[in-house]
C-alpha cells in the first residue's frame, strides 16, 4: 500500500486547507481511514484528528478539531481527504494519512497503533 499526502503550506489563521491522500494498492472502500498530525518539537506524539470508515458513512473526530475539520473520501479517485477550516496556530504540525486495512474499531477511534501503513506527511503551517 502506498499513501501519498499534498496540499499542505503555509496560511494565515483562519484560513482553510485540503488535505489529500492518494492511495495506491488498495481500495478506499476496503479499510479504515485516519488522519493523525505532529507537530515540531521534542518528545511531541503523533495525534489523531480523523477517521473514516470504509463506506466512507461514518467519521470521528477529536474535540480539538471537531466542527473544524472534515474527513472525506472518494472511490473514483482512490482519494481520502481532510478538509481543514478556521486553522489555529496550534494546527501547526506535519500531517498523516494512515490506513487500517483489517477496520478495527481501535483505528477506527483514533488508536495510531492499529494503522499498519502511513504516508510521509504533508507540512501545514498557521502564522498570524
Known amino acids: 500500500v502506498q499513501l501519498v499526502e499534498s496540499g499542505g503550506g503555509l496560511v494565515q489563521v483562519g484560513a482553510s486547507l485540503r488535505l489529500s491522500c492518494a492511495v495506491s494498492g488498495l481500495t478506499v472502500s476496503s479499510a479504515n481511514w485516519g488522519w493523525f498530525r505532529q507537530a515540531p518539537g521534542p518528545g511531541m506524539v503523533r495525534e489523531f484528528v480523523a477517521s473514516i470508515n470504509g463506506r466512507g458513512d461514518t467519521t470521528y473526530y477529536p474535540d480539538s478539531v471537531k466542527g473544524r475539520f472534515t474527513i472525506s473520501s472518494d472511490n473514483a479517485k482512490n482519494t481520502v481527504y481532510l478538509q481543514m477550516n478556521s486553522l489555529k496556530i496550534e494546527d501547526t504540525a506535519v500531517y498523516y494519512c494512515?490506513?487500517?486495512?483489517?477496520?478495527?474499531?481501535?483505528?477506527?477511534?483514533?488508536?495510531?497503533?492499529?494503522?499498519?501503513?502511513w504516508g510521509q506527511g504533508t507540512q501545514v503551517t498557521v502564522r498570524l
Open positions: 494512515a490506513v487500517d486495512s483489517f477496520e478495527n474499531s481501535g483505528s477506527f477511534y483514533g488508536d495510531k497503533d492499529w494503522y499498519h501503513d
